[in-house]
């Protein structure tokens, strides 16, 4: 008797990994981050206001809440900033749907980038945005590339 409990349990929980893996693979495919922008706010003493413009993209046929999104900067492979979503967004069926993001930049974070630029007369021309984004206990992974020049 134990056996076939052990057995039903394992057959039952196999079907539930394959179904509910289909469904992430699904999910992620039709769900995604778009390309990024930043925009500067306001120069400071200490560093920089900025936003950051996130489209998130829902090609799906059900609207989606976003209810955590959590982002690093890079710039020249050295985390500049960082943020984090403070309320749920939701997202329509089938659209793309920006969420704006503040960041500040502090100008002493970007001491390493400043000195490679007067040691080597090269300047990066793009951030990394990394992250995650959580709906629904689904959390998936994204990095983008936001070009300033």
């Known amino acids: 008797m134990k056996a076939e409990k052990i057995i039903t349990w394992a057959i039952i929980g196999a079907a539930a990994y394959i179904f509910f893996g289909e469904k992430l693979i699904q999910f992620s495919a039709k769900f995604k981050v778009g390309a990024p922008r930043l925009r ?8 920089v206001d900025v936003e950051l413009v996130l489209p998130v993209i829902n090609n799906s046929n059900t609207p989606i809440q976003i209810d955590d999104l959590d982002v690093q900067i890079y710039y020249s492979n050295e985390q500049i900033a960082s943020t984090r979503l403070n309320r749920p967004v939701n997202i329509k069926a089938g659209e793309t749907t920006p969420i704006y993001l503040n960041l500040f930049i502090p ?3 970007l001491s390493v980038s400043v000195v490679n630029l ?13 992250g ?10 994204f990095t983008q590339t936001i070009t300033l020049i």
């Open 118 to 130: 007067i040691q080597t007369g090269q300047f990066e021309t793009n951030v990394l945005a990394d």
């Open 107 to 109: 100008y002493a974070g």
């Open 40 to 47: 500067i706010k306001t120069l400071r003493p200490t560093g």
């Open 132 to 141: 995650t984004i959580t709906s629904a206990g689904v959390t998936i992974p």
